[in-house]
């Protein structure tokens, strides 16, 4: 199984990324799916996450209303839409997917995609 996220890069503050999120080389359904970010020196943290048919999301406060998570199941992709990015959104920001198995649900990270926001 990848998840392989794709996205990332360099923004003035107050512009837009979208990132994404694409899985690949597994046959079993993927359930809930999230972004999570992590900045120098401090602990991974959730930013969103989205149900399997897409209409139940999760934000953290820090970023309602500014960003937007979505998924396409027949792509097998997520994606995050930031807007209004502010410095303290840098950040590498990870996917996650949840995958239900024979064995059960099994949970897969991405390799990282670096965001950096510029004041």
């Known amino acids: 199984v990848q998840l392989v996220e794709s996205g990332g890069g360099l923004v003035q503050a107050g512009g837009s990324l979208r990132l994404s999120c694409a899985a690949s080389?597994?046959?079993?359904?993927?359930?809930?799916m999230g972004w999570y970010r992590q900045a120098p020196g401090k602990q991974r943290e959730l930013v969103a996450t989205?149900?399997?048919?897409?209409?139940?999301?999760n934000y953290a406060d820090s970023v309602k209303g500014r960003f937007t998570i979505s998924r396409d199941n027949a792509k097998d992709t997520m994606y995050l839409q930031m807007n209004s990015l502010k410095p303290e959104d840098t950040a590498v920001y990870y996917c996650?997917?949840?995958?239900?198995?024979?064995?059960?649900?099994?949970?897969?990270w991405g390799q990282g995609t670096q965001v950096t926001v510029s004041s």
């Open positions: 989205i149900g399997s048919g897409g209409g139940s999301t």
């Open positions: 080389g597994s046959a079993f359904t993927i359930n809930v």
């Open positions: 996650n997917a949840k995958f239900l198995t024979d064995r059960g649900s099994l949970y897969y």
